[in-house]
């Protein structure tokens, strides 16, 4: 698979992520799709350096999408975690 082929999967991992994950996020649509992003990228390489399950050329092998979405998940986590309450909430 090429970078942008990587770009169009991570996009649509984060829209998986924040469908598993609803609610606010500090930096709204266009962090998402950053976090989704990069979440695929580190799934990927997670998945091929230390799961021994190499990425395939396919776009559509589904443990490419699962390390993908779940590597969106655990970045959107972690910025909700680190990021979430930085704004004043008071009205």
Known sequence: MGIISWIILGLLAGAIAKILLPGRDPGGVIGTTLIGIAGAFIGGWISARFLDRPITNEFYDGPTWA?????????????????????????
């Open 67 to 91: 390390s993908a979405i779940g590597g969106a998940l655990v970045l959107l986590s972690a910025y909700r975690l680190l990021f979430g309450h930085s704004r004043s909430r008071s009205r």
